[in-house]
T-cell receptor, first 111, second 114 residues
Framework: DAKTTQPTSMDCAEGRAANLPCNHSTISGNEYVYWYRQIHSQGPQYIIHGLKNNETNEMASLIITEDRKSSTLILPHATLRDTAVYYCIVRAQGGSEKLVFGKGTKLTVNP | ETGVTQTPRHLVMGMTNKKSLKCEQHLGHNAMYWYKQSAKKPLELMFVYNFKEQTENNSVPSRFSPECPNSSHLFLHLHTLQPEDSALYLC?????????????FGPGTRLTVL
């Protein structure tokens, strides 16, 4: 079972920031927060991950609350090509636990 | 070619046919995975291979038979499938089997069983 809760769907205007929330209230101290996305009819794509500090890369920023019970993925300037299902996953790094994809958030970027 | 490639991208087969899906990774990874994604359902892990050895079979029916001849290639042999096996089959790879986190996925094979 997925350990995260995400909204089923969200909309965002092209060029604006897309903020995707994720609740993971039962996260353990050694578990990281990972984000993947899946564009329609393609394989999932790794986006970013973090433990407790905020992280940023060329694709997105990840903001993790101080209590680590929730996080937000930020796409600073959403484009139409960012329309996809976004998955928030928590698990320990390097462990043998399966990567469990939940239902994710369907983000639609509108022109 | 870079990344993870899968062939064919689309496959239609009858229930009595035998076909194979192919996956190849050009990333120098040592672990490869097969996933199944049915319509409106989360991704389901099917098999895990680490250094050519199968390390996980997630209760997959025997009509799905994986083969990993080397760390770069992974096959999924299909025989006597059922219509409910129609799905997107995704291959992924990672540096090692412990790295479930940072997996790189192929584009998938869209399978339709008639």
């Amino acid at each position: 079972d997925a350990k995260t809760t995400q909204p089923t769907s969200m909309d965002c205007a092209e060029g604006r920031a897309a903020n995707l929330p994720c609740n993971h209230s039962t996260i353990s101290g050694n578990e990281y927060v990972y984000w993947y996305r899946q564009i329609h009819s393609q394989g999932p794509q790794y986006i970013i991950h973090g433990l407790k500090n905020n992280e940023t890369n060329e694709m997105a920023s990840l903001i993790i609350t101080e209590d680590r019970k929730s996080s937000t993925l930020i796409l600073p300037h959403a484009t139409l090509r960012d329309t996809a299902v976004y998955y928030c996953i928590v698990r320990a790094q390097g462990g043998s636990e399966k990567l469990v994809f939940g239902k994710g958030t369907k983000l639609t970027v509108n022109p | 070619e870079t990344g993870v490639t899968q062939t064919p991208r689309h496959l239609v087969m009858g229930m009595t046919n035998k076909k194979s899906l192919k996956c190849e990774q050009h990333l120098g990874h040592n672990a490869m995975y097969w996933y199944k994604q049915s319509a409106k359902k989360p991704l389901e892990l099917m098999f895990v291979y680490n250094f050519k050895e199968q390390t996980e079979n997630n209760s997959v029916p025997s009509r799905f038979s994986p083969e990993c001849p080397n760390s770069s290639h992974l096959f999924l042999h299909l025989h006597t499938l059922q219509p409910e096996d129609s799905a997107l089959y995704l291959c992924a790879s990672s540096q090692a089997a412990a790295d479930y986190n940072e997996q790189f996925f192929g584009p998938g094979t869209r399978l339709t069983v008639l």
